[in-house]
C-alpha cells in the first residue's frame, strides 16, 4: 500500500489531503473519500484511508480546512466546524474541490466514486451528495444530519447512509426524523441507522481522550457500521 | 435440504410449523424462528426458513395462529393480530412454545437462537426478546415496534435489528422513535433502521397482490434486509 500527499487547491485557498492505493493493483478502481472530525485531518480518517485503500479503493482523506490546518484545542475545531456549516456553498466548494482532485487520479475509476466522513465529515459528505455531485454512495458515521440547505426533489442522485447513536447529545432523534423527512421530499435512497447505548464520536479510538461529554468509542458500533459501508459499496460499485 | 412439518402444543392448543433444515449437515447449528404476516403461516415465511436452512441454519417457520390456520382475507388476519397484540401474554406464550419446540430438536443448538419476523411476526419476535428469552438476536422486518408491555431496564438480553420503510402508513416514525425511547430505557442493544422510498411488506413479492394502499414488494429493500441480518447472524453466532 503506497500513501502520498495529494495536493488540490480552490481558488487561493490550498489543500493537502492524505492519499492511500494498493500499488500493486492495476487498472482504476472505485475511489473513496474520507471526511475528518472537527478537528482537522488527522490520524482517524488517514487510518480510515488506509483501511479502504487495504480493501482494494484508491481512498482520499481530504482537507477542508486548508493547508493541513488542524484545530489547536476542541473549541476552535468546533468553531471552524460552526463557521462552514453556516456557509454551505463554501462547505460543498471544498468537498467538491477534493472531489474533482480525487476523479483526477489515474487510479481512479471517476464513475466510481463515494464519500463518507466522520462527524463534520459526515456533515460534508451529505452536504456533497445534496450538491447533486455524480457520487455513487454517501456513508456519514455520527455526523450531523441537517442542514441549512435541505436537498429538493430529485437533487440527490447519490445513495445514502447515515449511521448515528441514539446517546449521541449532539444528535438528538429530532435531527434525525428531520432527515428522514429531508431525504423522503428528496426523494432519495437514504437507509438511516441508529444504534442504541452508543454516544458520538464512536468510531474514533481516541474519542475519549478529548474529555467531552458524549463522546466515546464504541467497537462494537465501529465494526458494524464499518461492515455496513462495505456492504454498501458492494453494492453501489457492482 | 429436508422440510417437516414441525408439530407442537400449548395447553390445549395445537400448532403446526413448518421446519427445514440441511440434513448432509452434522451436528447441532444454530436455531431460527420464523414468523409469518398477519395473514399465518404460508408462503412466504416458510421460503425464508428454507433460505436460512440453504445457509447453514436450523429454521422453523412458526404458526401463531394454531392449526396452521391462515386467514381467509385481509380483514380476518388484521383481526387476528389485533387480538393477539391486545393480549401480549398469550402472545408471547404462543412464540415461547415454539421457541422451545425448536430448542428441543437435535439439529439446533439450543444456546444458539435467532428469531425474525415479518409484519406481525416481526412486532412477535420483539415480543420474544421483550419476555426475556434466551435468545440471541432477533430481526423485525417491517414490524409493528410498539408494545402494550415495554420493557424494563435489564429486561432484554437479545441484540435487537428493527428495519422498517419511511413510507410505511401501518408504522408512523414517531412509532419508531418511541420504540428506540423503549430501547434505550430497557438497556438494550437495538439497531434501528429506516429506508426510504419502502413501504409496507416490503419483504414479500406478493405483498401487492392483496390489493392494499401502502404494500408494496421492494426487491432491493428486500436483499439489502437479508444481507443485513446475515452479516447480524456472523455476529451473533460467532
Known amino acids: ?26 487498472g482504476r478502481r ?16 488517514e487510518e480510515r484511508a488506509e483501511g479502504l485503500a487495504d480493501a482494494g479503493f484508491a481512498a482520499l482523506a481530504v482537507d477542508m480546512y486548508g493547508g493541513g490546518r488542524q484545530a489547536s484545542s476542541s473549541a ?34 471517476p464513475e466510481r466514486i463515494a ?7 459526515g456533515t460534508t459528505a ?5 450538491s447533486g455531485a455524480s457520487v455513487r454512495g454517501v456513508v456519514s458515521f455520527h455526523g450531523g444530519p441537517t442542514t441549512e440547505m435541505p436537498a429538493g426533489p430529485g437533487q440527490i442522485s447519490a445513495k445514502i447512509v447515515s449511521i448515528t447513536g441514539a446517546d449521541d ?11 428522514i423527512e ?8 437514504a437507509q438511516v441507522m441508529v444504534y442504541t447505548g452508543v454516544q458520538h464520536a464512536f ?10 461529554p458524549g463522546l466515546a468509542y464504541n467497537r462494537l458500533a465501529d465494526e458494524r457500521s464499518w461492515t455496513t459501508m462495505m456492504q454498501f459499496f458492494a453494492e453501489i460499485f457492482a
Not at 79 to 99: C, E, G, M, N, S
Not at 115 to 121: D, H, K, N, Q, V
Not at 126 to 130: D, G, S, V
Not at 203 to 212: Q, S, V
Open 1 to 26: 500500500m503506497r500513501t502520498e500527499n495529494l495536493e488540490y487547491s480552490l481558488g487561493e485557498m490550498h489543500f493537502r489531503g492524505h492519499f492511500a492505493y494498493d500499488d500493486h493493483k492495476q
Open 30 to 45: 472505485p475511489g473513496v473519500l474520507v471526511v475528518h472530525e472537527a478537528w482537522g485531518l488527522g490520524e482517524h480518517a
Open 76 to 109: 476552535e475545531g468546533l468553531q471552524w466546524t460552526k463557521a462552514l456549516r453556516a456557509d454551505v456553498p463554501t462547505l460543498r466548494a471544498r468537498i467538491r474541490a477534493a472531489f474533482d482532485a480525487l476523479r483526477a487520479r489515474a487510479e481512479v475509476d
Open 115 to 121: 464519500a463518507i466522513g466522520y462527524c463534520f465529515g
Open 126 to 130: 451529505l452536504e456533497l451528495a445534496r
Open 169 to 179: 447529545p449532539f444528535i438528538p432523534i429530532y435531527q434525525v426524523t428531520a432527515f
Open 182 to 189: 429531508e431525504m423522503k421530499r428528496a426523494q432519495a435512497d
Open 203 to 212: 468510531t474514533n479510538p481516541r474519542a475519549d481522550e478529548r474529555g467531552i
